[in-house]
């Protein structure tokens, strides 16, 4: 079967992929585009995950597209209005029978002779390989296997009797009413999951190997519903987006400027939300913002502690048994389910392997360039975005980037683009090196890393990347850029060096 050709392949449909692609098919609607996804659904992480409760954790002003404006006054959405929300903009912008489902990704292969892409993947439905060819990649399949979360094997796990699960599999209909459940974890999910369960199990307990910090948040936004009464809800919307993303940066340069009083803050904060609990359930072994904050609207979390429904449990395990799980402390948990919310599986680009004229490329020895392209790879971009913001902060700002470069080198008739490093930046900082949770240090080694200084430097700073990447030059002397024949003659030039 022949290669069907792009100017553009994106790779995922979800937040990312729909939000690019409707950058790129706004300003460029000349190129022909194609929207690679595994799944046989839009919506990426948000059609993935259906444990109970499943929600962003960051507020949908900022969450959400500048360009298609969430109307809710609802802060923190539910997974199923999010996944709603990427598949009514993708069609809005004619985009979802651009979508092609079912794709397993294989190889991306760059021809330095063809000047394009061909990239390999397996149409699962149908067990077939299927290829295509494209002038640029956009990569927005963000940073974990869909196959499997992070599961570890705990010592004693096949004595026990009730049912053990990893909420990136949640069962369908599963049935926990009148269940004890435990949760093993701290984060974003457990904090989700337990007050979801706490009103029809009959205890959840919330084992922590350490806490983390905990924000409780109003889910309703009465600001923007006070200005809905006398202002156009367009302008309402951006209000609150420029607001949200305001307070937020503030929130996390106060956390690194006074890293031991905002501790102690957001400790006494939380310890007054559920005064109940001893307060050594809510004291991390870390600094804020060393992980990302989790957040609880209108502290539901916190409810379901200070009800009795549901507790925490800071201790480590040392086996299961049939009916529960054993602790250091030799306290027993009592369980008819298990909840692993242990973390991700980090699996960069979607498991795309990239090779260059049939070679691999080693992403851990290449730099990444503005965060938004790779070291000497052409014509290839990485949305990756923030874990101090709204992932989709970043992925707005580089969208808008590819789409200037797209015009860049239309203007001046280059058909490829590489970032190359002339001076030396190298550095074995990975690009997620400053973040600490277990996920990201399992995979330091897989990271592309980052440089002395920009453009090679990962700075998670919205404001600085926003200037980069939307206000200054194209053109940046980094860039190497080459028109159809300079690229031809560099070719022969290599592979005449490469047989004399």
Known sequence: MSAEHYDII???????????????????????????????RMGGTWDLFRYPGIRSDSDMASFGYNFKPWYSD??????????????????????????????????????????QW?????????????????????????????????????????????????????????????????????????????????????KVTMLQRSPSYIMAMPDTDKISMFLGKILPKRWVFLLARKRNILIQRALYLACQRWPERARKLLINHMHKQAPNVDIRHFTPDYMP?????????????????????????????????????????GDHLDADIIVAATGLDVQLMGGLKLEMDGVPVPLPQKLSYKSIMIQDVPNYGWIFGYTNAPWTLKCDIGGQYLCRLFEHMDEHGFTVATAVDEHNSWTDTGVLDNFAPGYIRRATDRMPRQGKAPPWQVTMHYGKDKKMLVEDPVDDGVLVFQTESEAAAKTDSDQWAATA
């Open 10 to 40: 994106i790779i995922g449909a979800g937040l990312s992929g729909v939000g690019t692609a409707c950058r790129i098919a706004q300003q460029h609607p000349d190129k022909s585009l194609a929207i690679l996804e595994r799944r046989d």
């Open 74 to 115: 609802t802060v923190l959405a539910k997974g199923p209005d999010i996944r709603s929300y990427v598949v009514e903009t993708a069609q809005e912008f004619g985009l979802y029978d651009k979508v092609k489902f079912g794709l397993k990704l294989d190889t991306a292969d760059w021809s330095s002779t063809d000047q």
């Open 118 to 202: 061909t990239v390999s993947a397996l149409h699962e439905p149908s067990g077939k390989t299927r290829t295509f060819t494209c002038n640029f990649i956009v990569n927005c399949a963000g940073y974990y296997n869909f196959d499997h979360g992070y599961r570890p094997h705990f010592d004693g796990e096949e004595s026990f009797k009730g049912e053990i699960l990893h909420p990136q599999q949640w069962p369908e209909n599963l049935d926990y009413t009148g269940k004890k459940v435990v949760v093993i974890g701290s984060g974003a999910t457990a904090i989700t999951v337990v007050p979801a369960m706490a009103d029809k199990a009959a």
């Open 289 to 329: 913002w060393d992980q990302r904050l989790c957040a609880a609207p209108d502290g539901d979390f916190f409810e379901s502690l200070k009800s009795g429904k549901a507790e925490m449990v800071t201790d480590q395990i040392e086996r299961f048994d049939e009916t529960g799980i054993v602790l250091k402390s």
